[in-house]
């Protein structure tokens, strides 16, 4: 059995290239940096209303906020559910 050297120029092995397609990396980049900003946007439509909210009223010590639980545990699903998903680019 004898064993294979490439620089051998009498080898019988014969070789299959395969193409791959050049990938740019700034392309990639400015791909993944879109989808980041995508993301963080819709996180933000979810965030910054209910801080609209809890700031109309700067003089009143109480709110008034009835089922707050389940209204927050909702927006935390659907916050969560937005950072801890893949990037889709």
Known sequence: M???NPFDPFNDE???FELVEAVDPEDIETR?????????HSVEKLI??????LM???DVE???WPNRTEAIKTQMGKITNITRSKLEF
């Not at 993944?32 to 963080?40: D, E, L, P, R, S």
């Not at 910054?48 to 909210?53: D, G, Q």
């Open 2 to 4: 004898s064993t294979f």
């Open 14 to 16: 014969e070789f299959e």
């Open 32 to 40: 993944v940096q879109a989808a980041y900003k995508k993301q963080m």
């Open 48 to 53: 910054v209303p209910l801080l609209k909210n």
């Open 56 to 58: 109309k009223n700067p």
């Open 62 to 64: 109480t709110i008034k």
